[in-house]
């Protein structure tokens, strides 16, 4: 059985009625085992010295760490609780906040943690989360993260270094591409500004395929021309002129319905029958003159009414 003063003095002794006297050792015994009081750590250190032993519990009632109670390690005093922490329960909470702060840790019933606000980071360089969303400063600028009735919202610019995916529909109010861009999908654009080309200007309900089509400016023309190169060129001017450029022009439509004049400044074949339909009369066919070398007779198909020359 253990007693007090001895090597095993650390199990509980057990004292026997009218046969152990109640003695020095018994009394401080006991004391190393309370809790024992003091105004300060300076008295403590004063009246106590080195603890006899570890585990040894004080309270101080004034100093920085007052509030404890603290415990003796073996080589120093412990908070057995920080003193500036508070808890609170309300049956099916547990909240652990600093004492004068409004708010703290909340560690709710079902495994979930509230918390007011949350810094993540050290020398302001990280994230705080609250109510009002997240705001991240990892190098000089701070992004503020929150949502609204479109969805997810930032209020600073979104830079992506690596490839950008999007599943559903993405709506820009504006966009600047300073690179390559590659459109592999149908592209519906309200306006386009290409700095990359010689084009600058809007774009509607317009469809490209195959990347051949040049849009660039000629002033006073907006132009389209292939990328391969060549001489061909559909200018439309913003003085509401058109100009076709090439060297030869196509018109493969069977009726061309010109409602202007028609100005032919170099040599005109006409191939099939030509016919003069004046305002308000019957078309009919057009005759003309022919200029032919030599005493003969014209061997052209020329319609009925030609009047020819010789020379």
Known sequence: MAVPGTATDYIFPDWRNAIDNWREQDAEWLRNRSVNIFPDASTRT?????PPMVGLMSFLQSGSVAGGPDFWDGSGWQSVRYPNLGFTSDGTSFTLRRQGAGTGVQLMSDGSVNMAKAFMG???IGATIDNTGILL???????????DANGFAMDSPLNITGGLQTSALATLNSLTVTGATTLSGTTAAQAVTAASVAATGAVTGATVTGGKVLLGVAAPYGTIKHADGGTAEFDVGSDSTVQIKGTTLTVSPTTVNISGTVNLNGTTNLVGAANLAPAGKTAV???GILMVSGNVAPSQNAPDGTIYFTY
């Open 46 to 50: 004063s009246v106590m010295g080195t």
């Open 122 to 124: 050290t020398g302001g």
């Open 137 to 147: 400063k990892i190098g000089a600028d701070t992004a503020k993260l929150t949502t």
């Open 285 to 287: 066919q057009v005759a």
